[in-house]
């Protein structure tokens, strides 16, 4: 059974920093290119950031260029998603997905909320 489980989300203050975690099982992780997205109420959900199976590549959305930085452990199966300078527009239930990169397979996670508050 796949599992992407995200975590560290929650309520932070503008300007700060948290940093998501999003553990994944059921799959040959390092088979995987990994994206992390968003979706704030009323809107669509968004990608974020994506980064490549060896962590050599990484794309951002503007919005979030030098602020964010993904990262991901092979040895540990785990994306993260370091957040640094909060701001109130970053509000929203971040997931992850994992995309097969020879294959059709991508799976998500649950979610995981964060909230930037002033």
């Known amino acids: 059974q796949v599992q992407l489980v995200e975590s560290g989300g929650g309520l932070v203050q503008l300007g700060g920093s948290l940093r998501l975690s999003c553990k994944a099982s059921g799959i040959n992780f390092m088979m995987y290119n990994m994206g992390w997205y968003r979706q704030a109420p009323g809107r669509q959900r968004e990608l974020v950031a994506t980064?490549?199976?060896?962590?050599?590549?990484?794309n951002y959305v503007d919005s979030v260029k030098g602020r964010f930085t993904i990262s991901r452990d092979n040895a540990k199966n785990t994306v993260y998603l370091q957040m640094n300078s909060l701001k109130a527009e970053d509000t929203a239930v971040y997931y992850c997905?994992?995309?097969?990169?020879?294959?059709?397979?991508?799976?998500w996670g649950q979610g995981t909320q964060v909230t930037v508050s002033s």
């Open positions: 980064i490549t199976t060896s962590g050599g590549n990484t």
């Open positions: 997905k994992a995309r097969r990169t020879d294959v059709y397979a991508e799976y």
